[in-house]
C-alpha cells in the first residue's frame, strides 16, 4: 500500500471508533497524512470555563489528537509519551481552531512532532510538543 | 478574610460556572486551598479514544483545572501560560482519577505548580507542571 | 538601521564578552539575523562527562546560547523564562554540533523559539524549545 | 549490597570521571542516594555570559548533572530523555548554587526526577524536571 493512502486508512480507522475526539469535543480531522495530520474543532459553549474561554485542557486535546493521528499514520502503533503545551491567547465561544500536526524527527522508535493551533484570523494560539513511543501492533490489519 | 476561606470560595465560585470542567467532563473539585487543590473524575464513555483507553487529552484537562484552582486560590486572577505532561500509565473506563496540584515556587507575578494524577490504585498515572502568570483582577470581589 | 545591520550588530556586541559560550564552551557564532542565529561547538576533552559522552548539559547550553542570539536579535532585550529539551542521540568527543534557532511566534513581550542541533553527519541530536520574554534595554544603544 | 552504600559508590564512581562536571564546571557532589542528589557550584567568571549573570545553560548543567547521580542511584545506567527548565531568578558572580534532585516516579524503565536550584539565600533559582530512561549495563560491576 502507498504511504499516502495507508494514512488515509489510518485517520479514517482511528476517527470512526474516537469518541473523545468526535462526539465529546466535536473535532473534524481533515487531513492524515504521513507523519502529519490537521484537525479542526468550533469553540462551543460546552468547552468553555469559568472566565467564558475555551478551556485549556480542549486546547491541549485538539493538539494531542492531532498529534495521535500524525504519529500512527503510519500504521504502526504509537502512544504519546509526554507533551508541552504554550498558550499564546484567550480563545472564546464561536472561534474556528485548526490544528496542524507535523513530526520533526523519529529517532528509533521515538519521535518528536510540533503541533501549532491557529484560529479563523490565522493567529497562533497554542504550540504544542508531543514525543511519541512506538509500541506493537497496527491501527488496520496489513 | 482568611487565606483558607479565601480560597474554598474562589473554588465555589470559579467551579459553578466552569461547563467545561463540571458538566463536560465531569469533574468534582474536592478541595481549594491556598495554592492547592484537588479534582476527582471517573474516566466514562465520553473520555474514551479510539484505543479505549481514556483521551490523554484529557488527562490534561483535569490536571489543568486542578491547575487554575490551585493558582487563582488567592483571588488574584492568573493565567496558565504553559504546562507540560508526562503520561505514565493508561486509564480505562471507571477508573477514578484524582489529580492533586501544589504550588512549588512563586517567583513575582509567576508560579510553578505540580500536578500528580493517580488512579483509584494509587499508581500515578500522570505527572503534570504547569507555569502561571497573575493579572489584573480578582475571582469574586473583595 | 536596517534589521538585518542590526542582528548582525547585536551578535557581534553580545558574542565579544560571552565568555561562557566563547572561551569556556567554545562556541562560534556563525550567523545572527532577525528572529535567527546558527552556532557550532566541536566536543572537546572538556565536554566529557563519566559516560565518555558529551554533557547533555552542554548541548542545552549550545541551544540556550542560540536561542539568546536569535531572540535578542532585534536589540530589544530578551531573556529566557523557560526551555525543554529533547535528547535524541549522543555525541562524541570530536563531534561538530551545529545549532540553528528560528522564531516561531511572537505575542506580546513573549516569544517560542525552535532550536535543532545537528551533528556532522546531519543527524539531528536535540530539539530545544524555549520561551523568552522580552525586558527593557538594549543590546547596544540605538 | 545496601541501597545506601550503592548509590554512594555509584556516585563515587561516575564523579571521578566526569570532567565535565568537576573539571570543566567545578561542581562538587555533595550527596548521592537512592534516587537522590546533592550537587553544589559556585558562580565564577567562566560560567557569565554577555550579561554578567550565569549561563542559563551551566544552570540547567548543574540540575541535569544532579539528574544523573540520583538516576543511576541504583546501580542500573539511566540516560536524560529529556529536560525542562524553568529559569526564575538570575544568579551572579560569587553566588553559591545548590541542587537538590529527587526522583517522583518509576514506570516500567522510565523515571521522572526533579530537581530544585537554590542560591545562598534559599531563594529559587530554577526548577527543572528530567524524564530517565534505564540502558544496559551497571555503574560498577556487581
Known amino acids: 500500500m502507498e504511504a499516502i493512502e495507508r494514512a488515509r486508512r489510518v485517520g479514517e480507522t ?34 468553555l470555563n469559568g472566565h467564558q474561554i475555551c478551556h485549556g485542557g480542549f486546547i491541549f486535546t485538539l493538539a494531542d489528537s492531532t498529534f495521535a493521528f500524525a504519529c500512527n499514520s503510519y500504521n504502526r502503533n504509537a502512544v504519546a509519551a509526554g507533551a508541552s503545551i504554550e498558550f499564546l491567547k484567550p480563545t472564546h465561544l464561536g472561534d474556528v481552531l485548526t490544528c496542524e500536526g507535523v513530526e520533526q524527527v523519529m529517532s528509533g522508535r521515538h519521535g518528536v512532532y510540533d503541533m501549532k493551533v491557529t484560529n479563523q484570523r490565522g493567529e497562533v494560539v497554542a504550540l504544542f510538543r508531543g514525543k511519541s513511543a512506538q509500541i506493537p501492533g497496527t491501527v488496520f490489519p496489513e
Open 14 to 47: 482511528m476517527f470512526a471508533v474516537d469518541i473523545a475526539s468526535k462526539d465529546t469535543m466535536g473535532m473534524e480531522l481533515l487531513e492524515c497524512q504521513p507523519g502529519r495530520a490537521v484537525i479542526r474543532m468550533t469553540v462551543r459553549e460546552l468547552h
